[in-house]
């Protein structure tokens, strides 16, 4: 027979199935949102497809906070680095700005307070010779000691030594002997006096001076030795302070610094030459006790008071050991360590670059090197050589210490004057005092905070997840009903049907509400006009079965026990009809009304059907005799009438 199928039969026959399910799932469902249970009902395909989403766009937020707090963290980490770096360039250069100043003004201060003794020695002398007709070298320095030790103090040194040497000819070199023997107990005393110099008393000074101008002879054994070429000689003569030196047990009073010292003899015909006071280059001097780098330098002394004439000649000489180190004591306060300094000497020529004779060979006296560490008030020494950190030659300061500006073509073949250079360097131990835990302070803060945040990321996630899970469950529970409640064909035009509607109206009706379930699925609001689902099918069979004495039975009966009843015989019926592929089309009261050959048009539609009937018919007398031990003995008694419509 003809038979239309539309979603109102599709209602109808599953709405005592919808019953059941409703009732056995509505303990799990009734603890859940009310907004959950007006949602939409979606396609469990489409809610996988969304949770897939979700779930890469969680991992791409997880992406995007590890790289922002590694790259936030990475950019503080390495700003605050830099900021130190650049505080503790800035310091350093403050330090070695200061260092140099200091020393240069040192320096300065000394070379003018230089100048001013050869000028208060020569115009002192100029004045004797006036009013007693003396003449050099025959003059002896009144108070030598308190002029000496002012010059002293202005050399910026502790122990500076400072020593007299008249300029004595060949002629003059006995006179000279008897001269220095006279004055030196004179002067010794005055000293001795000044000084408060208790060691040895001036007896004892006496005995171990060598009454004639001599040298300590090399080659025999180092013994007090008569200078005895021709020629100028330079004895000392005055000296401060007083006493020997060097762990000398003699005094220096006579010796020839010209045939004694190299260096100061090439000094001397330096300063002659220029007319200038001359610095020699830095030497290590070596006594009992300790090593200590120093330099030598020369004032020349003229015959008279006008130092800037130019027929002026040189009379005397005053020579100075300068000490470097206490140069660059108290330059710092403490806590302000590693200041790296390098004392250069080198000939201008040498230093410069400039070319030189070929007839002139460069040796190793031409430029030393002494190194000096700077700890606040204090300096060491480090050595002979530059021991500064090569990581720090990009920071170091240079600037010239002592340039006595002296023509180098008025000196003597082979010789010249050394310019003093001071190069200032950091060190690691600077550069560590300004390295503080704020890098790792600050990286930690940043790390905290995306920390904090993406904790606050994952509740959250958690939580939306939680709700999206409940979500599903809905979903599927929802597909589960539509699945035993309606064929898969007719519940995939449902869906389609769904989805346009959704596409049309955002899933919402003209009241404004959201749509439900079965407005959605059944289609009654009807929304834009949409046809019900109605199918013509031409050739099915229609079973029909009803319970005998169901009437009776059930007025003698609890409504628990009718339910208990209809819902173990339709449930049986429901399999039956799965396993012959039987829709049911619906039940109502005692009355079960199935079809064969739809939705699924088959050609055995009628076969189908009766052999469906008959199941139930063997079925209907299983299920009651079993039901009877809790229904009641007539329960058995229950029979099912069928009829089949072709």
Same mark, same amino acid.
């Given at each position: 027979?003809?038979?239309?199928?539309?979603?109102?039969?599709?209602?109808?026959?599953?709405?005592?199935?919808?019953?059941?399910?409703?009732?056995?799932?509505?303990?799990?469902?009734?603890?859940?949102?009310?907004?959950?249970?007006?949602?939409?009902?979606?396609?469990?395909?489409?809610?996988?497809?969304?949770?897939?989403?979700?779930?890469?766009?969680?991992?791409?937020?997880?992406?995007?906070?590890?790289?922002?707090?590694?790259?936030?963290?990475?950019?503080?980490?390495?700003?605050?680095?830099?900021?130190?770096?650049?505080?503790?360039?800035?310091?350093?250069?403050?330090?070695?700005?200061?260092?140099?100043?200091?020393?240069?003004?040192?320096?300065?201060?000394?070379?003018?307070?230089?100048?001013?003794? #050869?000028?208060?020695?020569?115009?002192?002398?100029?004045?004797?010779?006036?009013?007693?007709?003396?003449?050099?070298?025959?003059?002896?320095?009144?108070?030598?000691?308190?002029?000496?030790?002012?010059?002293?103090?202005?050399?910026?040194?502790?122990?500076?030594?400072?020593?007299?040497?008249?300029?004595?000819?060949?002629?003059?070199?006995?006179?000279?002997?008897?001269?220095?023997?006279?004055?030196?107990?004179?002067?010794?005393?005055?000293?001795?006096?000044?000084?408060?110099?208790?060691?040895? &008393?001036?007896?004892?000074?006496?005995?171990?001076?060598?009454?004639?101008?001599?040298?300590?002879?090399?080659?025999?054994?180092?013994?007090?030795?008569?200078?005895?070429?021709?020629?100028?000689?330079?004895?000392?003569?005055?000296?401060?302070?007083?006493?020997?030196? +060097?762990?000398?047990?003699?005094?220096? &009073?006579?010796?020839?610094?010209?045939?004694?010292?190299? +260096?100061?003899?090439?000094?001397?015909?330096?300063?002659?030459?220029?007319?200038?006071?001359?610095?020699?280059?830095?030497?290590?001097?070596?006594?009992?006790?300790?090593?200590?780098?120093?330099?030598?330098?020369?004032?020349?002394?003229?015959?008279?008071?006008?130092?800037? #004439?130019?027929?002026?000649?040189?009379?005397?000489?005053?020579?100075?050991?300068?000490?470097?180190?206490?140069?660059?004591?108290?330059?710092?306060?403490?806590?302000?360590?590693?200041?790296?300094?390098?004392?250069?000497?080198?000939?201008?020529?040498?230093?410069?670059?400039?070319?030189?004779?070929?007839?002139?060979?460069?040796?190793?006296?031409?430029?030393?090197?002494?190194?000096?560490?700077?700890?606040?008030?204090?300096?060491?020494?480090?050595?002979?050589?530059?021991?500064?950190?090569?990581?720090?030659?990009?920071?170091?300061?240079?600037?010239?210490?002592?340039?006595?500006?002296?023509?180098?073509? +008025?000196?003597?073949?082979?010789?010249?004057?050394?310019?003093?250079?001071?190069?200032?360097?950091?060190?690691?131990?600077?550069?560590?005092?300004?390295?503080?835990?704020?890098?790792?302070?600050?990286?930690?803060?940043?790390?905290?905070?995306?920390?904090?945040?993406?904790?606050?990321?994952?509740?959250?996630?958690?939580?939306?997840?939680?709700?999206?899970?409940?979500?599903?469950?809905?979903?599927?529970?929802?597909?589960?009903?539509?699945?035993?409640?309606?064929?898969?064909?007719?519940?995939?035009?449902?869906?389609?049907?769904?989805?346009?509607?959704?596409?049309?109206?955002?899933?919402?009706?003209?009241?404004?509400?959201?749509?439900?379930?079965?407005?959605?699925?059944?289609?009654?609001?009807?929304?834009?006009?949409?046809?019900?689902?109605?199918?013509?099918?031409?050739?099915?069979?229609?079973?029909?079965?009803?319970?005998?004495?169901?009437?009776?039975?059930?007025?003698?009966?609890?409504?628990?026990?009718?339910?208990?009843?209809?819902?173990?015989?339709?449930?049986?019926?429901?399999?039956?009809?799965?396993?012959?592929?039987?829709?049911?089309?619906?039940?109502?009261?005692?009355?079960?009304?199935?079809?064969?050959?739809?939705?699924?048009?088959?050609?055995?539609?009628?076969?189908?059907?009766?052999?469906?009937?008959?199941?139930?018919?063997?079925?209907?007398?299983?299920?009651?005799?079993?039901?009877?031990?809790?229904?009641?003995?007539?329960?058995?008694?229950?029979?099912?009438?069928?009829?089949?419509?072709?």
């Amino acid at each position: 027979m003809p038979y239309y199928s539309s979603a109102e039969d599709d209602e109808r026959s599953a709405t005592s199935t919808k019953s059941q399910v409703t009732q056995q799932s509505s303990h799990s469902s009734s603890g859940g949102d009310d907004d959950i249970q007006q949602n939409l009902y979606t396609s469990p395909v489409v809610g996988k497809r969304e949770e897939a989403n979700v779930l890469r766009a969680r991992g791409l937020v997880a992406i995007i906070l590890l790289v922002a707090a590694t790259g936030v963290a990475t950019a503080a980490y390495l700003l605050v680095k830099q900021q130190e770096r650049r505080d503790f360039e800035n310091q350093f250069k403050a330090y070695a700005t200061q260092v140099i100043t200091v020393t240069r003004s040192k320096a300065d201060q000394f070379f003018d307070a230089l100048d001013v003794f #050869a000028s208060s020695i020569g115009a002192q002398a100029a004045a004797e010779h006036a009013s007693h007709n003396t003449s050099w070298p025959f003059y002896r320095i009144p108070e030598w000691s308190v002029q000496a030790e002012k010059l002293a103090q202005l050399t910026g040194v502790d122990e500076p030594i400072v020593a007299l040497s008249p300029l004595v000819h060949e002629h003059e070199k006995d006179q000279w002997n008897r001269f220095a023997a006279e004055q030196n107990p004179v002067w010794y005393q005055e000293s001795i006096e000044h000084e408060g110099y208790t060691e040895l &008393t001036l007896v004892e000074l006496l005995q171990r001076t060598i009454p004639f101008v001599h040298f300590y002879d090399p080659e025999n054994d180092f013994r007090p030795t008569p200078v005895s070429r021709p020629g100028e000689i330079l004895p000392v003569f005055q000296a401060y302070p007083i006493g020997p030196i +060097q762990g000398v047990p003699v005094m220096t &009073t006579n010796v020839d610094v010209l045939i004694s010292s190299q +260096q100061t003899e090439e000094l001397y015909h330096i300063a002659k030459a220029t007319r200038r006071p001359t610095i020699g280059f830095t030497q290590i001097n070596i006594d009992l006790e300790t090593t200590i780098p120093g330099s030598q330098i020369i004032q020349p002394i003229f015959d008279g008071a006008d130092t800037k #004439a130019e027929t002026r000649k040189v009379v005397a000489i005053t020579g100075i050991r300068l000490h470097w180190l206490d140069y660059f004591k108290n330059l710092l306060t403490e806590g302000e360590d590693g200041i790296v300094v390098v004392l250069e000497s080198a000939c201008p020529k040498l230093s410069q670059g400039a070319a030189r004779p070929v007839s002139h060979v460069v040796t190793e006296s031409e430029r030393n090197i002494i190194t000096y560490q700077v700890d606040g008030p204090n300096a060491v020494f480090l050595g002979e050589d530059d021991f500064h950190d090569p990581n720090y030659d990009a920071q170091v300061m240079s600037e010239p210490f002592i340039d006595l500006d002296i023509d180098q073509s +008025q000196l003597p073949e082979g010789s010249c004057v050394p310019v003093l250079t001071l190069h200032v360097y950091p060190s690691a131990e600077l550069e560590e005092s300004f390295k503080t835990n704020n890098d790792i302070l600050y990286t930690a803060v940043v790390v905290v905070i995306f920390a904090f945040t993406s904790l606050v990321f994952l509740l959250y996630d958690f939580s939306v997840g939680r709700r999206q899970r409940t979500v599903m469950d809905r979903i599927a529970k929802q597909d589960r009903i539509v699945s035993d409640v309606f064929p898969t064909a007719i519940r995939d035009r449902l869906y389609e049907n769904q989805a346009k509607n959704m596409m049309n109206t955002n899933g919402v009706e003209e009241d404004g509400g959201p749509l439900g379930l079965d407005e959605v699925f059944y289609g009654t609001s009807n929304i834009n006009g949409s046809a019900p689902l109605a199918d013509l099918f031409p050739s099915v069979t229609v079973v029909f079965a009803d319970l005998v004495g169901f009437t009776a039975w059930s007025s003698a009966r609890e409504p628990h026990q009718v339910f208990i009843l209809l819902e173990t015989i339709y449930g049986a019926f429901d399999k039956l009809a799965y396993r012959h592929g039987v829709f049911k089309v619906e039940t109502v009261g005692d009355c079960y009304v199935a079809a064969a050959g739809l939705p699924e048009p088959t050609d055995d539609h009628a076969v189908v059907a009766c052999r469906f009937a008959r199941d139930c018919l063997q079925k209907m007398t299983d299920v009651t005799l079993k039901l009877e031990v809790s229904l009641g003995p007539d329960t058995s008694e229950l029979d099912l009438r069928t009829g089949i419509h072709r």
